[in-house]
């Protein structure tokens, strides 16, 4: 079992940066792959970036290459979203998950653990 809590979100202006972090609970963190996901009013949740368990390879939506880095510090159970040159269609509640299952890191159904979200607004 795992418990994710995201933390960072908040109101920016275009260009700002900022950076989201997701505390996973257990002794296990390094044993998933994590991603991170976004879902804006009335869309559907989509992928952002995700992180191997352990080669540390990342993978990013094409609409953030670039401008967002997925990292994570297994000795603080933590994966982190570094975002910059952000644009007010970056605003979502964003979600960082947890898979245990090997493979591609795109769909939401290949998660088992959720965070709650955390609300980033990027106003212009």
């Known amino acids: 079992q795992v418990q994710l809590v995201e933390s960072g979100g908040g109101l920016v202006q275009a260009g700002d940066s900022l950076r989201l972090s997701c505390a996973a609970s257990?002794?296990?963190?390094?044993?998933?792959?994590m991603g991170w996901f976004r879902q804006a009013p009335g869309k559907e949740r989509e992928f952002v970036a995700g992180?191997?368990?352990?080669?540390?390879?990342?993978y990013y939506a094409d609409s953030v290459k670039g401008r967002f880095t997925i990292f994570r510090d297994n000795a603080k159970n933590t994966v982190y979203l570094q975002m910059k040159s952000l644009k007010p269609e970056d605003t979502a509640v964003y979600y960082c998950?947890?898979?245990?299952?090997?493979?591609?890191?795109?769909?939401?159904?290949?998660?088992?653990?959720w965070g709650q979200g955390t609300q980033v607004t990027v106003s212009l």
């Open positions: 998950a947890a898979k245990g299952s090997l493979g591609s890191f795109y769909y939401t159904q290949l998660y088992h653990y």
């Open positions: 257990g002794r296990t963190f390094s044993s998933y792959d």
């Open positions: 992180i191997d368990r352990s080669d540390g390879n990342t």
